[in-house]
Every structure is written in structure tokens, then in C-alpha cells.
């Protein structure tokens, strides 16, 4: 039996994709700081769930759960760094310092540690599959994306470094950026709570649902130990590129 362990399984992306991977015979273990919620999912999915209390923001939470880990199965076969999110709206310059903080401290920082944390034993291993969930964010800038949309820039070029420092091993490493998607609790989490700024966001508009991304995630990790998917970007039909932005009641230079 293989087994994953997937960031960020409380709610959202992560709860869908535990449910997949469970379907389709893994054993999952799922990390989040609620560990409600995640009991609740153990109560849904049975044995093959594990809940582990997991803050990616704290390197003796992650090194705690990756010890535990490898107490209970004999390696990860597969990594899912899920765990993320996008605090306010605002434009850079009345934006929130400790909102930054806290977006860098879990998008990048603790992507990145949990990744250092797992990848030793895969590369000794000789196989193994890391799948990042970045963000379109992370390649069109919009007002108000600053430091969450850089963060996913991040994650888009660690998992091609990645690639490139694991030339010659057999592990493979994935980036997939989500767009617009409902069904979670990223736009409550990001609107601190703002429920009316959340429903006009989706508003006549059919986003993509976690169970989307969790089908991309058991695509990836189903193709054969030769094929690579680097990168994929998904977006609602009803979600395209806009124009670039001119200005055009600027008083001249
Ligand atoms: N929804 C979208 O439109 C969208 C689009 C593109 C990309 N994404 C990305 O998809 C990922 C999942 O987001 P989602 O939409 O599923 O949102 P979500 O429902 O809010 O889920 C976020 C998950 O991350 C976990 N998390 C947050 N901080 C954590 C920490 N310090 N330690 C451990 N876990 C932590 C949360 O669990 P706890 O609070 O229980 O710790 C939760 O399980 C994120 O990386 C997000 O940036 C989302």
C-alpha cells in the first residue's frame, strides 16, 4: 500500500484530495492544525486516514510529524504540500505587514520546510512524488496579489529547482496552479470572515471545485514511473487572462 501525506487536509483542496487518494487505495495522512476537522474526515474515511497535528509555520511540528510518520509507514511515496493561504486584498502599500508575515511564514517557508523535512528519505529511496499546490496567482499579477501572488511564484520555481537537484534520482515533483475555485475556505480565510465579499466573488460564476484538483492530483501521481508532469494550470472556463491595465487620467509627467 502507498502512502501520502498531504498538508492542509482540514478543509478545501486537502480534504478532497485525502478522499481521492483514500479511493483509490492509498493510506493518507492528513496534516492541519484543526485537528476537528480532520477526526471528523478520520470518521469519514476510515483506517487508511491518519490525522497528525501538523503547523507548517513551526519546523518542530513538522520534524514531530515526519518522525511520526516514518514510525508508521515505511516511507512516503507521496507528498502533497497543500497547506496555504492568502490573507486580504488590500493593495501593497495599506497592506497588513503581519498578513505578510504570516503568508510567507506558511506559503513559502513552510512549504519549503516540509519538503526538506520528506525529500532525504525519497531520494534514498530513489522514488517518490512531491505534487505542489501553487496558483495562477503566482504568474498573473493582479491588484492586490502582491506578497500571496509572489509566494506562489515561489512555488512554481522550487519545484522546477527541485527538478533540476533531483536529476539523476527517480523522484518526481509537480507544481499545479488552481484558479478561481469555490467549495473552500481560502476567500473566508482571505476576506477575514467577510461573507458578503465572499458570495459576490462567486457570484454567477462556476468555479472550479476541490474535487477537480483532487482528480489533477491522482492523475499526476497515477502516470507511469518515467513520465514527469511539471507544471499545470487550471482554470474555470468562465476564468481568462485580463488586459493589461493602462491608466488613462494620469497628468502628464
Ligand atoms: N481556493 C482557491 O481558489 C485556490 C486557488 C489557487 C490555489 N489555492 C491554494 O490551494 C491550497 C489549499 O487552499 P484551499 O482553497 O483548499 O483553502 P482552505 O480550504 O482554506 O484550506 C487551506 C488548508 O491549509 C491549512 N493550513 C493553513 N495554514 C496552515 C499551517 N500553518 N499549518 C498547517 N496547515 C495549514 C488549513 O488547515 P488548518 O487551518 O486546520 O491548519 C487548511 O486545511 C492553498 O495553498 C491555496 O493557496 C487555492
New binding site residues.
Partial sequence: MKTAFV????????RAICQRLVANGYRVIG????ME?LQALERELGDNFIPLA????DVNSINAAVAQITEAAPGIDLLVN?????LGVERAQVSSAENWQRMID??IT?LAMVTHAVLPQMVKADSGMIIN?G?IAGTYPYPGGNVYGASKAFVRQFSLNLRADLAGTRVRVSNIE????SG???SV?RLNGDMAAVDALYRDVQAIL?EDIAATVAWIAEQPAHVNINTIEIMPVAQTSAALNVVRDLPAC
Avoid at 54 to 57: K, S
Fill in positions: 498538508t492542509g487536509a482540514s478543509s478545501g483542496f486537502g496534516g492541519a492544525r484543526r476537522k501538523l503547523d507548517v509555520t497543500n497547506a496555504g493561504l492568502a506558511t506559503n513552510g499546490i496558483s488552481p484558479g478561481l475555485c473552500t475556505d481560502f480565510v476541490p
